[in-house]
Structure formats: C-alpha cells, structure tokens
C-alpha cells in the first residue's frame, strides 16, 4: 500500500506544479525553466562548457558587452543583432560538471534560450 501512495504523490506534484519532461542526452542532464531562466548541466569542466559558450555565441551572432569570472561562477552578458539582451552563466557543480544557465531578454524568453541552449551542446564536447 506504501508504493501506491508514494506514486500516488509523486503524481499529484507533477500535475499541481507544472513539471516538463524533456529528453535528456549523454552529455546534458537535467533542463529546467524556472524564474525566466533556462538551466541544464553538461558533463564537462567549467572551461570545456565556456569554450563550447564561446563558439556558439559567435555562430548566433551574439556579441558580448561584459565577462567576468571568479571561482565560483563565469558570466557573460551579451546582445544579439535585434537588441535582445541574453546573460549567461557557468557555476562549476563538480571538476567535471558544469551548470549553465541562459536567462535571454529581461523576463526570459523560454524558447529563444532553448535554441541557445541547443547551439551550445553543439559545440561542447
């Protein structure tokens, strides 16, 4: 009887709150849209993920304005060419997980930072 209300509950806070179920693939785990950002984890070290940020910046035209990093997250805040501001962020979970997070436009454009994100796992190895 334990297992049906365990499964019993786990459904009712599925449907109450709105969860997505997306595919996950072999080097991205878990994707969330929460607050009007987009955040996925890749395995891989924090420099793997930001040169992979890097290049699919560059083939989405999005041109940086500002970057900073310190040991406990990188950040770059750039603009594509129709003035939409994007921010993204890199916080290291472990030697060999990143978290990426995508926040596109101030209230967060969900499906814009999924392209972003999709151009991303392009790029990272």
Same mark, same amino acid.
């Given at each position: 009887m334990k297992p049906f209300f365990t499964l019993l +509950?786990?459904?009712?806070?599925?449907?109450? $709150?709105?969860?997505?179920?997306m595919p996950v693939y072999p080097?991205? @785990? +878990?994707?969330? $849209? !929460?607050h009007g950002? #987009?955040?996925? /984890? $890749?395995?891989?070290?924090l420099f793997e993920v930001a040169e992979g940020v890097r290049k699919a910046s560059h083939r989405l035209q999005l041109a940086p304005v500002r970057e900073s990093s *310190?040991?406990?997250q990188a950040r770059m805040v @750039? %603009? *594509?060419? !129709? +003035?939409?501001?994007v921010v993204i962020r890199l916080i290291p979970v472990t030697d060999q997980?990143? =978290?990426? /997070?995508?926040?596109? *436009?101030?209230?967060? *454009? =969900? +499906? %814009?930072? /999924? /392209?972003? #994100?999709k151009e991303v796992q392009k790029h990272v190895p």
């Open positions: +509950g786990a459904a009712i806070l599925l449907s109450s $709150f709105g969860c997505a179920v080097e991205m @785990t +878990g994707v969330s $849209f !929460h950002e #987009l955040a996925a /984890r $890749f395995a891989g070290s *310190d040991p406990v @750039t %603009y *594509d060419p !129709h +003035g939409t501001r997980m990143t =978290e990426i /997070r995508i926040q596109a *436009d101030v209230l967060g *454009d =969900e +499906g %814009y930072s /999924r /392209r972003i #994100l």
